[in-house]
């Protein structure tokens, strides 16, 4: 960008700037720094003219400080959330494969579970009654030797259900 020079007078002086700015930005911020000086004249009537430009120069630079630090501040904060941001985005991905790869999943045994419905209903039709017979003899297979052995006593011994109550407790009888 081409540089030019621009004139500005402050407190009396004529100052010429050989900058790349507009004209027009050059001219306002010298009206900042005329009202800056004239500001720090106001507050101490005993300072002159050189004393309020040191102090507009250090309010100035202490100004640009404080900005800047504020600036870096909130472009930490900003990169922290960026890849707090990365981060979770990662996350999210890792969580919709997992949620995908489930509903596959989901999906594949529901259609299993479908097909054995169906083949147990074809089976079902197939044998008719005798899949009774089978779901007795099934469950006749489960029983421990114990409970069998047990069925085989009960069997042989005549069973009689008495009254305590009674006073001749063969009138009660039962089979």
Request: glycine content about 2%.
């Amino acid at each position: 960008m081409p540089k030019k020079r621009v004139s500005v007078q402050i407190e009396g002086r004529n100052y010429t700037l050989i900058t790349p700015d507009d004209e027009k930005y050059v001219r306002e911020v010298a009206k900042e720094v005329v009202s800056c000086i004239r500001k720090a004249a106001q507050n101490s009537k005993q300072l002159d003219t050189r004393d309020c430009a040191v102090l507009a120069a250090l309010d100035f630079c202490d100004d640009r400080n404080k900005a800047m630090k504020k600036n870096s501040d909130i472009v930490q904060k900003a990169d922290k959330i960026i890849r707090q941001t990365n981060d979770l985005n990662k996350l999210c991905a890792e969580y919709k494969e997992k949620l995908a790869e489930a509903i596959n999943e989901n999906t594949k045994l529901v259609k299993r579970v479908k097909e054995l419905e169906e083949k147990l209903e074809s089976a079902s039709r197939q044998n008719g009654g005798s899949n009774r017979t089978q779901s007795n003899a099934q469950k006749a297979s489960e029983k421990t030797e114990e409970e069998i052995r047990n069925e085989k006593l009960l069997n042989c011994v005549p069973m009689k259900q008495v009254s305590l109550f009674d006073d001749d407790g063969e009138k009660n009888e039962k089979n």
